[in-house]
């Protein structure tokens, strides 16, 4: 059973860098077919998509925080990673990792981490 | 792109059917297939219902079905349940993807 799990600092300084990882357990993050996703949940929000990495490495991003998004992956370490720049309050959110699994179809996000809250604040 | 329009609550007694609908445009549910739902518990990560409109991955119960009409997709839980009371959002691929604002259901 594939399982997912973020990890990162709960805390970033406005302007700063926020940084999470994604741990992939139960299977191989190399298997083709899925995406990685990064989704974040604004508090008392809805989901907003950040953007997926394929094993490979190709990425696509959310137009609206591209210019502030990287997702990069590790496969020997069967982890993926967000890094996003120039936070601000607004950023503040729970972010999970998704698995996305395109032979299912396109946006059928079937496995999810627990999420990890992470507060923008001086 | 704009968040997809759900209404904010919806509710009905045990045993009855209710139906929750996900509006967008020509550039995301009415363009493509790929309608995703989802199921949110308080405090805890989303869970997949429905797929390309109106599959269901394996495990969700058959009173789970969705459905699409132009730019409006719809997922109908009939026969609710207690355990039906969460939040449910849906979601569009459009070129990258968009979810909805979620809906709250009520079991009474």
């Known amino acids: 059973q594939v399982q997912l799990q973020e990890s990162g600092p709960g805390l970033v300084k406005p302007s700063q860098t926020l940084s999470l990882t994604c741990t992939v357990s139960?299977?191989?993050?190399?298997?083709?077919?899925?995406?990685w996703n990064w989704i974040r949940q604004l508090p008392g929000k809805g989901l907003e998509w950040i953007g997926y990495?394929?094993?490979?490495?190709?990425?696509y991003y959310n137009p609206s925080l591209k210019s502030r998004v990287t997702i990069s992956v590790d496969t020997s370490k069967s982890q993926f990673s967000l890094k996003l720049s120039s936070v601000t309050a607004a950023d503040t959110a729970v972010y999970y990792c998704?698995?996305?699994?395109?032979?299912?179809?396109?946006?059928?996000?079937?496995?999810w981490g627990q999420g990890t809250m992470v507060t923008v604040s001086s | 792109q704009s968040a997809l329009t759900q209404p904010r609550s919806v509710s009905g007694s045990p045993g009855q059917s209710v139906t929750i609908s996900c509006t967008g445009t020509?550039?995301?549910?009415?363009?493509?297939?790929?309608v995703s739902w989802y199921q949110q518990y308080p405090g805890k990560a989303p869970k997949l219902m429905l797929y390309?409109?109106?599959k269901r991955p394996s495990g969700v119960p058959d009173r789970f079905s969705g459905s699409k009409s132009d730019n409006t997709a719809s997922l109908t839980i009939s026969g609710l349940q207690a355990e039906d009371e969460a939040d449910y959002y849906c979601?569009?691929?459009?070129?990258?993807?968009?979810f909805g604002t979620g809906t709250k259901v009520t079991v009474l």
């Open positions: 390309d409109v109106s």
């Open positions: 998704a698995r996305e699994d395109t032979v299912m179809g396109l946006g059928a996000f079937d496995i």
């Open positions: 020509s550039s995301d549910v009415g363009d493509y297939k790929y």
């Open positions: 979601c569009s691929y459009a070129g990258s993807y968009v």
């Open positions: 139960g299977g191989s993050i190399s298997s083709g077919g899925y995406y």
């Open positions: 990495i394929y094993y490979s490495g190709s990425t």
